[in-house]
Structure formats: structure tokens, C-alpha cells
């Protein structure tokens, strides 16, 4: 089965230093890898997602991730971290499972936490 | 364009009581989601829907029923709430292909 780990609870970063949020998978066959926000008290948003090609993939709000196929890891990143981006930060990989219905499966989420 | 929306925001129940959460999309998304989200587990997916008239089970589908009741429309239904049952819903949609799902805001239930 296809799985994701998010090894940090929670990041801290000052504003305006670079911030990264770490990802691992593991899948069988090809990795459909996805990066998501949650602000408090809503619901989930993307960011951004690797299907194939460049490794480094760029997203919303000044966002973006490397894939890495060696390490089987899909790294969040943005170079200046604001307050605003203090969220929980989720990331997932498809699963096609049995059926060959998409799902998403999801990792147990990153508090990032940007002090002023 | 709304995107997905639920109802109720906020639940309160007694134990045994039962009751239906709504998702609507206007995206003409074919496949729909429901999830629960707990703390330090992410979210685990409940039921799912890969087009009107099609239901299946997710990861964690005991105490739970679903309908999918035209193309728009996505319930999730508790036959009888238990306070393993208290924790966020949250519905998505998506549309054909490698992409994203679109979540809406969720509903926060608390089972006594």
C-alpha cells in the first residue's frame, strides 16, 4: 500500500528565513504526490503536486517542492516564510489501490509555525 | 461558484442518536470523498463515490452509511453516534484525471 510520513510534528522557522516541511513515501510503481494547507478552522487547500517531469515543482502562495526519487522524499520549501503561513501542512500520494479508483492518502500533518 | 459546501458546521449529539451530514459541489466533479480528521492521524478516508450511483468503502467505513444522491450531492450518515465518532468531517470532490481534490470547510461533531 502506498503511505507517507511526515516525520516532524511541528517546524519553526523566523519570518523570512527559508522554511522546509519534510515528506517520505513509499509507493508501488509511479509517485502522484500532493502538498496541501489547512488554515484553523477550514478545510483543506493545495498547494501543489508531482505527476512527472521537473523535480522541482512550484505552487501557490510562493511555495514549492523537490522530488527526490533516490531519497523517495517530496520536501515543502518556500525561501522567505511569513506569519501567514502558519498552518498544518499535509502531504498525501495517490492510491489507485485494487479498483483503480483514485484516493489520496495522507500523512499525519506538519504544524509550521512562523514567528514574527 | 461556491465549490464544496457542508452542512451542518457544528454538531452536538447524545450517544445513539443519529444524523446526516450534507456535501454539495457545483464543479460537475464525478468523484467525491468523505474523510475524518483527527488529531495526529491525518485524515482517513470514510467512503467514496467514483460517480453518481456508485458507492465504496475508504479505510475506516464502520458506523457509517453514505448516499450519493444525484452528481452535486454527497451524504454521510450516522445510524447511531458513538464518542469514537466526535472528531472533524470533511468532504472533497474531483474531477477526472490526476488531480487535485477541493475540500469544503467541514462540519465539527461531538458525540456525547
Known amino acids: 500500500a502506498q503511505s507517507v510520513a511526515q516525520p516532524e510534528d511541528q517546524v519553526n522557522v523566523a519570518e523570512g528565513n527559508p522554511l522546509t516541511v519534510k515528506c517520505t513515501y513509499s509507493?508501488?510503481?509511479?509517485?502522484?504526490l500532493f502538498w496541501y494547507v489547512q488554515y484553523p478552522n477550514r478545510g483543506l487547500q493545495f498547494l501543489l503536486k508531482?505527476?512527472?517531469?521537473?523535480?522541482l515543482v512550484k505552487g501557490s502562495y510562493g511555495f514549492e517542492a523537490e522530488f527526490n526519487k533516490s531519497q523517495t522524499s517530496f520536501h515543502l520549501k518556500k525561501p522567505s516564510a511569513l506569519v501567514s503561513d502558519s498552518a498544518l501542512y499535509f502531504c498525501?500520494?495517490?492510491?489507485?489501490?485494487?479498483?483503480?479508483?483514485?484516493?489520496?492518502?495522507f500523512g499525519t500533518g506538519t504544524r509550521l509555525l512562523v514567528s514574527p | 461558484n461556491a465549490g464544496v459546501t457542508q452542512t451542518p458546521k457544528f454538531q452536538v449529539l447524545k450517544t445513539g442518536q443519529s444524523m446526516t451530514l450534507q456535501c454539495a459541489q457545483d464543479m460537475n466533479h464525478n468523484s467525491m470523498y468523505w474523510y475524518r480528521q483527527d488529531p495526529g492521524m491525518g485524515l482517513r478516508l470514510i467512503y467514496y463515490?467514483?460517480?453518481?450511483?456508485?458507492?465504496d468503502k475508504g479505510e475506516v467505513p464502520n458506523g457509517y452509511n453514505v448516499s450519493r444522491l444525484n452528481k452535486r450531492e454527497f451524504s454521510l450518515r450516522l445510524e447511531s453516534a458513538a464518542p469514537s465518532q466526535t472528531s472533524v468531517y470533511f468532504c472533497?470532490?474531483?474531477?477526472?484525471?490526476?488531480?487535485?481534490?477541493?475540500f469544503g470547510p467541514g462540519t465539527r461533531l461531538t458525540v456525547l
Open positions: 498525501a500520494v495517490r492510491d489507485s489501490g485494487n479498483t483503480g479508483f483514485q484516493k489520496l492518502v
Open positions: 463515490s467514483a460517480s453518481e450511483g456508485t458507492t
Open positions: 508531482y505527476i512527472t517531469g521537473d523535480n
Open positions: 509507493v508501488s510503481g509511479n509517485p502522484y
Open positions: 472533497a470532490s474531483r474531477e477526472q484525471g490526476i488531480n487535485e481534490q477541493f
